[in-house]
């Protein structure tokens, strides 16, 4: 048990810069806390001691603001930063080295029994105020960005954000890489596609990309069958004129400062 302690305690050094000393985390951080009664309560639970399992997680909650379902299961390494707000449910699963803030939700979506709360797979972080709901899972690795609510399946190393919770940033080097390239080829600006840009438009971008490439090669392996079949189709597509568009852009900026002159009377 105390090198459970001692080993909880060493995991908010890692990721709590603010942290100063053993004594300062063992008894002033209520994330903490809460996680060591949950053990407790846990224990409880499982020799079907469902009462005293409960009354102990209601202490807990009294004294750290922090609500665990003792059934709820948890690895180790668990660290709730700050954690006033936090409610874990009870079929909440929970990995190794996970990372949650205050007014964080792991909740259900339904009032059926079973499986209805989320499982967070190792090295999840999840940011002040984020829901996360039903019986979804949250792949390794991955952020959920401050109150965003999360309503299905998180894949690995990906950052979500938003209501509801869409993939902002993939940790798919190659794909970015790729799509990068495809983007030049149209002669489009590859800065929205960027792996490294946390917003749910460039995703969107990049998966259009994505379908613009695969229709591409169909159309060509179409052209190719009827050209062996002795037509003559598809040739080769006229290319778009980036001065023409460039010239529009230059014109509209020129007439919204016009525009935005001052009047003489």
Not at 19 to 26: C, Q, S
Not at 30 to 55: E, N
Not at 147 to 166: F, K, L, Q, W
Not at 202 to 225: P, W, Y
Request: with cysteine; proline share 4%.
């Amino acid at each position: 048990m105390f090198k459970r302690i001692r080993e909880d305690i060493n995991s908010v050094f890692e990721r709590d810069p603010a942290a100063r000393n053993f004594f300062e985390v063992l008894t002033n951080y209520p994330g903490l806390h809460a996680v060591w009664w949950h053990r407790v309560s846990h224990r409880f639970w499982l020799w079907k001691l469902f009462w005293l399992a409960r009354f102990i997680s209601n202490i807990s909650r009294w004294f750290t603001g922090i609500e665990i379902h003792p059934g709820a299961q948890i690895g180790r390494r668990f660290f709730i930063d700050h954690g006033m707000g936090v409610v874990i449910g009870e079929t909440a699963e929970i990995g190794d080295d996970v990372t949650i803030y205050h007014g964080v939700t792991l909740g259900g979506t339904s009032w059926n029994k079973g499986k209805r709360h989320p499982t967070l797979c190792d090295h999840v972080v999840i940011g002040a105020g984020a829901k996360v709901l039903g019986p979804l899972t949250v792949g390794k690795n991955a952020r959920i960005g401050s109150n965003a609510v999360v309503v299905r399946d998180v894949p690995e190393s990906s950052t979500v954000v938003g209501i509801p919770a869409r993939v902002a940033r993939s940790g798919d080097k190659e794909e970015a890489a790729r799509r990068e390239a495809m983007a030049k080829q149209y002669g489009f600006d590859a800065y929205a596609i960027s792996a490294d840009n946390p917003d749910p438009v460039a995703t969107a971008i990049g998966r259009m990309l994505d379908h613009v490439s695969v229709l591409d090669n169909k159309v060509q392996d179409l052209c190719k069958a009827v050209n062996n079949l002795g037509g003559d189709v598809c040739g080769e597509l006229p290319e778009v004129d980036m001065d023409d568009v460039e010239f529009l852009e230059e014109k509209a900026r020129a007439e919204k400062a016009r525009a935005s002159e001052p009047k003489q009377e």
